[in-house]
């Protein structure tokens, strides 16, 4: 423990803990924009600047991501402290006029009017970065980000087009502070048709809450009574209840990826039990025959598969290579956007490039496959015989090779596609 002294008062604390978790413990009120307890810091809006003083020095800090030291001196309302909350409202003010949270956060701070320039009025977005924060911390969809510089700097997905890794679960939505985040349910509707091009997935299951639903109300989610109930039960977003992201840290294993929470087969497939039904995708390893596929064939919905029958047939240049599957069951549902684009089960094999949902007869099948401690040995020696194997195979990159991201793979893949195979899909 450590004391130090906030507005005159000597209080102990635990190092590290920021300023602003002490001075809210001591009901100490302090003005947050960037701010959020489930997300990291960011130290962005400053409006939580108090002053600290330290060997005899004075300096103004944001108390959100300020860790607390021995013996430091803080002042939350000094006159300085205020002023500089005060420019900072009449910055936001100027920025966005019309947005209600901002006009309230001002009158708290006795700001009437701003003395900067309004670029834009319509403009609702203050840059805080809660949504961005929170598709990356907390759903893990990692769909949306700043873009551009200085006053062209703002949120939105990459290049400006809409994001096929937005599981649309609203949750950026739920918390911008200003009503700048809108879900623009037709381009939702859009993206996120699912294997019959008119159903949809609901954004529950999207976020690993619901084992398999599909949403039959246009993504209209207040019409919807499981989103009353998901409502009813957490009193949040279902996102920050639940922190989907949590599981979703993947490791990086000889240079190949690997999902800890997933269950493995020595098919190279993952598997994730769903309530009754499994999902399948390909592993990293073999996932790189989905590289520069041609296409990915997958048993049509109604399917009887039976272990060991051919589960995916992946096509490019003429070569084929079939992953079988690890179980008997019917499939249920086929992820038909890798058939649209068979490069998708190798750019995101674990997520978006999932390959189909099988109901398992009998049920309990899963369990013979790898998983936990055994699972990461089982990978990881499998990872360390491929990247040996690329390591022999791989020709002197080219000037031109050397500097595009996985071309001396493709290569390997292209010239070595039977071995490949043979090394990685017979048992
Ligand atoms: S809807 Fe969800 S996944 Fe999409 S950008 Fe917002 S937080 Fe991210
Ligand atoms: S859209 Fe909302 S949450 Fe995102 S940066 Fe702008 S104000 Fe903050
Ligand atoms: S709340 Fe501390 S910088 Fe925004």
Not at 109 to 134: A, D, H, S, Y
Request: include cysteine.
């Amino acid at each position: 423990m450590i004391t130090l002294t906030i507005n005159g008062k000597k209080v102990k604390a635990k190092e590290e803990t920021t300023l602003l978790e002490i001075c809210r413990k001591m009901s100490i009120s302090i003005p947050t924009l960037c701010y959020h307890p489930d997300l990291a810091p960011h130290g962005s809006c400053r409006l939580c600047t108090v002053e600290v003083s330290e060997n005899g020095k004075a300096r103004m800090v944001t108390s959100c991501n300020f860790p607390a030291r021995e013996g430091i001196k803080v002042e939350t309302h000094s006159d300085q402290v205020i002023q500089a909350r005060r420019i900072l409202v009449e910055l936001l003010l100027a920025r966005c006029p019309q947005v209600p949270f901002i006009q309230d956060l001002a009158r708290e701070l006795g700001v009437e009017k701003t003395p900067f320039k309004t670029e834009n009025p319509e403009n609702n977005c203050i840059l805080c970065g809660l949504c961005v924060r929170t598709c990356n911390e907390i759903v893990g969809a990692d769909a949306i980000g700043f873009s551009h510089r200085g006053t062209r700097k703002k949120i939105g997905t990459p290049f400006e087009i809409d994001s096929e890794q937005c599981l649309a679960c609203g949750a950026c939505e739920y918390i911008c502070p200003t009503g700048a985040v809108r879900m623009e349910m037709d381009r939702i509707r859009k993206i996120k048709r699912s294997d019959t091009g008119t159903l949809r997935y609901c954004r529950y299951m999207r976020l690993g809450l619901v084992d398999f639903m599909v949403c039959s109300n246009g993504f209209e989610c207040w019409r919807c009574e499981v989103d009353q109930a998901m409502e009813d039960r957490f009193g949040t977003h279902p996102a920050f209840a639940v922190k989907p992201a949590k599981n979703k840290h993947p490791l990086q294993v000889n240079g190949f990826t690997f999902f800890p929470e997933l269950f493995y087969s020595e098919e190279h497939l993952w598997a994730r039990p769903m309530d009754g039904n499994i999902q399948l995708g390909f592993d990293d390893l073999v996932s790189t025959f989905a590289m520069e596929a041609d296409s990915i064939r997958l048993p049509p919905p109604g399917t009887v598969l039976k272990k060991r029958q051919v589960l995916a047939e992946i096509t490019a240049a003429g070569k084929t290579a079939r992953v079988l599957s690890p179980f008997t069951g019917t499939v249920s549902v086929i992820n038909r956007d890798v058939e649209e684009s068979p490069s998708l089960a190798w750019r995101d094999p674990y997520r978006r490039g999932w390959l189909l949902i099988l109901q398992p007869e009998p049920p309990d099948q899963i369990s013979r496959l790898y998983s936990g401690e055994p699972a990461k040995t089982w990978f990881t020696k499998q990872a360390a015989n491929l990247a040996t194997l690329f390591m022999k195979w791989a020709p002197k990159p080219s000037k031109k090779e050397e500097s595009q991201d996985g071309q001396l793979i493709r290569t390997i893949v292209r010239r070595h596609w039977d071995k490949l195979a043979e090394v990685l899909l017979s048992h």
